[in-house]
């Protein structure tokens, strides 16, 4: 009797019980749950450097058109939403106008618009403000 008893057990411990199963499960489980975390913390951050990346891009195409069109200017008149530039290139007198609205300035040549938006990304609903003030030397 103790041999079939000892053959009986030897076939039980064999075998993977349930607690053995529910417990690997949890520990994959909590295993998977930390990667994802990390994983969607990671995308993200990536969101967030590309939004930044985008808005001084953004920023610096604006400074470099504004900085050209200061450079031919014959004279700078601020106004309350912007500023008029005008300048004489090719000997055709023009007026180069930029004007804010909203989060966007638009540029105006000749009936040309081009329109600059900027969104921070760090700052939801943060107000743009352009304003250009003429130094008399």
């Known amino acids: 009797m103790k041999v079939a008893a000892e053959s009986l057990y030897r076939k039980r411990s064999t075998g993977v019980t349930l607690i053995e199963i529910s417990v690997a499960v949890c520990i994959v489980g909590i295993i998977s749950g930390m990667?994802?975390?990390m994983f969607?913390?990671?995308v993200d951050q990536?969101?967030?450097?590309?939004r930044s990346s985008q808005y001084f891009l953004d920023i610096g195409v604006f400074s470099e058109t504004f900085y050209n069109d200061l450079a031919m200017a014959k004279a700078v008149c601020p106004h309350a939403d912007g500023v008029s530039i005008l300048i004489n290139p090719d000997g055709n007198p023009g007026s180069i106008t930029y004007s804010l609205q909203g989060n966007?300035?638009?540029r105006d040549f000749r009936g040309e618009i081009k329109v600059f938006r900027f969104t921070n990304p760090n700052r939801n609903d943060s107000?743009?403000?352009f304003r250009v003030e003429e130094i008399i030397p």
């Open 35 to 37: 990667i994802y975390l």
């Open 40 to 42: 969607d913390r990671q």
């Open 46 to 50: 990536a969101n967030s450097d590309g």
């Open 104 to 106: 966007k300035i638009e």
């Open 127 to 129: 107000p743009l403000i």
